[in-house]
């Protein structure tokens, strides 16, 4: 059976965190996206959503969780690429559950191909996805 330090086709990992308008916060602060829908409840309640939302790439932060501490955490993580695909809002209070499975290995190059979903607590999709990630043995 074809793996890279451990990992084969079919595993899979998860990571869940419930999003608190801190999270938020600090998201803006450190990534500089200061749009008024995240932070500022009056303009939000004029959009769509009628609330403030989280950043989409907050969600997409916790698939990194996921790759980067829970899939190989035995081994040296590096992104190689990511597509997302935003499909519902994420709110406060809400609790998201990033999960990884690994789709495909390609053993020489040490790449992994990895599916990527953040569930809400309902269950309903909000990001879906498809990762690529090399993996390296650490010495």
């Known amino acids: 059976m074809t793996e890279v330090c451990g990992v084969k086709v079919g595993d899979r990992a998860e990571f869940s965190k419930t999003v608190s308008a801190e999270d938020i916060e600090k998201f803006a602060e450190v990534t500089g996206d200061a749009n008024p829908l995240h932070?500022?409840?009056e303009y939000a309640k004029k959009t769509r959503f009628g609330e403030p939302i989280?950043?989409?790439?907050?969600?997409?932060?916790?698939?990194?969780?996921v790759l980067g501490t829970k899939l190989a955490p035995h081994a040296c993580v590096v992104y190689v690429s990511q597509t997302l695909r935003f499909l519902r809002p994420v709110k406060v209070g809400d609790t998201i559950r990033a999960s990884a499975e690994v789709k495909g290995i390609d053993e020489e190059k040490r790449l992994l191909t990895i599916e990527t979903d953040?569930?809400?607590?309902?269950g309903n999709a909000v990001v879906k996805?498809?990762?690529?990630?090399?993996?390296?043995?650490?010495?």
């Open 54 to 65: 989280a950043h989409g790439m907050l969600s997409a932060g916790y698939i990194s969780a």
């Open 129 to 139: 996805g498809e990762a690529v990630i090399l993996l390296d043995p650490v010495a």
């Open 118 to 122: 953040c569930l809400n607590q309902d």
């Open 39 to 41: 932070r500022d409840a």
